[in-house]
Nanobody
Framework: QVQLVESGGGLVQPGGSLRLSCVAS????????MDWHRQAPGKQRELVAA???????NYPDSVKGRFTISRDIAKKTVYLQMNRLESEDTAVYYC??????????????WGQGTQVTVSP
C-alpha cells in the first residue's frame, strides 16, 4: 500500500509565499514523475507543476515564474514553492505520483489534498 501525504497549506495574503510538501510512504520502490494539481470550487482540476525522475520541470503559464517544483529522491518527497500568490491561486492542492512497488507493480497515486487560501 502507498500513501501520499501533503502538508504546508494554509491562509496567506496576496503577494505572500507558501511551501507545500508531499511525502510518499509504504510500498515505494521507485517514483517516476511527480506533480502538483489544484482544484478550485466549481472548476476542473488542473496541473500546476510537474517534475520527471530526471528533474525536468514543466509549468503552465499561469504559475510560471512564481511556482517552483523540486524533489528529494532519497526522502521520497516533492515540494512546491509558491511565491507572489494571487487570489486566483486559492484551491485545494493535490500531489500525484507514478510509483513502482517492490513486486514490480506500477500505479498512479493521489494525496488527500491541502487547502491553500489567498486572501487579504
Amino acid at each position: 500500500q502507498v500513501q501520499l501525504v501533503e502538508s504546508g497549506g494554509g491562509l496567506v495574503q496576496p503577494g505572500g509565499s507558501l511551501r507545500l510538501s508531499c511525502v510518499a510512504s509504504g510500498d515505494v520502490f521507485r517514483i517516476n514523475d511527480m506533480d502538483w494539481h489544484r482544484q478550485a470550487p466549481g472548476k476542473q482540476r488542473e496541473l500546476v507543476a510537474a517534475i520527471t525522475s530526471d528533474g525536468i520541470t514543466n509549468y503552465p503559464d499561469s504559475v510560471k515564474g512564481r511556482f517552483t517544483i523540486s524533489r528529494d529522491i532519497a526522502k521520497k518527497t516533492v515540494y512546491l514553492q509558491m511565491n507572489r500568490l494571487e487570489s486566483e491561486d486559492t484551491a485545494v492542492y493535490y500531489c500525484h505520483a507514478g510509483i513502482w512497488g517492490y513486486r514490480g507493480d506500477y500505479a498512479d497515486y493521489w494525496g488527500q489534498g491541502t487547502q491553500v487560501t489567498v486572501s487579504p
